[in-house]
Antibody
Framework: EVQLVESGGGLVKTGGSLRLSCTASEFTFSVYPMNWVRQAPGKGLEWVSSISSGGNSIYYADSLKGRFTISRDNTKNSVYLQMKSLRVEDTAVYYC????????????WGQGTLVTVSS | QSALTQPASVSGSPGQSITISCSGTSSDVGANKYVSWYQQHPGKVPKLMISDVSNRPSGVSNRFSGSKSGNTASLTISGLQAEDEADYYCSSYTSSSTYVFGTGTKVTVL
């Protein structure tokens, strides 16, 4: 069964940095685009970023540009989210999600990793 | 990119049908066929319920159906069951090659 496992979350001070990882298994990772989606405590889903299967097409939510960087390593079946200049409002559970190959939907999601930014 | 607009809550009795709307713009919902719906139970991971406006992934009950008219998409749950009580989010791919989610709707089974 498809598995996505996020790691790297934790407690960080405002202005700090954090790198999230998502490791995939049980599917051919290199042919699927991947996304990061976050959910603040008690709030709705917010799309963060996407990366194409080969890593050459990358998109970000306008509100995050310049602070977050998505990348992937297909040899390690992993996608990453480098976050810098973190703010209290970045506190959320961060999910990685697989995008369907023929369409723009997210069919599998990881369990999420909690990022808490405190002042 | 502003969030798509959904009603905050919708409720219905077991066996009834309910519809959740998802209002966007010509740059997202109205731009293409890539509207999805996700179900999220408390403390759980979102689950894809409808893809490409009206397609049901394998394993999703046929009580769930989706449609779209112009800039507004809809999710209908027929034969409402207790297990359907959850939060529901629409999502749309946009003309800028990004995604936008809806504000979310809490479904309550009375």
């Amino acid at each position: 069964e498809v598995q996505l496992v996020e790691s790297g979350g934790g407690l960080v001070k405002t202005g700090g940095s954090l790198r999230l990882s998502c490791t995939a298994s049980e599917f051919t990772f290199s042919v699927y685009p991947m996304n990061w989606v976050r959910q603040a405590p008690g709030k709705g889903l917010e799309w963060v970023s996407s990366i194409s299967s080969g890593g050459n097409s990358i998109y970000y939510a306008d509100s995050l540009k310049g602070r977050f960087t998505i990348s992937r390593d297909n040899t390690k079946n992993s996608v990453y989210l480098q976050m810098k200049s973190l703010r209290v409002e970045d506190t959320a559970v961060y999910y990685c999600a697989r995008e369907t190959r023929h369409g723009f939907n997210m069919d599998y999601w990881g369990q999420g990793t909690l990022v808490t930014v405190s002042s | 990119q502003s969030a798509l607009t959904q009603p905050a809550s919708v409720s219905g009795s077991p066996g009834q049908s309910i519809t959740i709307s998802c209002s966007g713009t010509s740059s997202d919902v109205g731009a293409n066929k890539y509207v999805s719906w996700y179900q999220q139970h408390p403390g759980k991971v979102p689950k894809l319920m409808i893809s490409d406006v009206s397609n049901r992934p394998s394993g999703v009950s046929n009580r769930f159906s989706g449609s779209k008219s112009g800039n507004t998409a809809s999710l209908t749950i027929s034969g409402l069951q207790a297990e359907d009580e959850a939060d529901y989010y629409c999502s749309s791919y946009t003309s800028s090659s990004t995604y936008v989610f809806g504000t979310g709707t809490k479904v309550t089974v009375l």
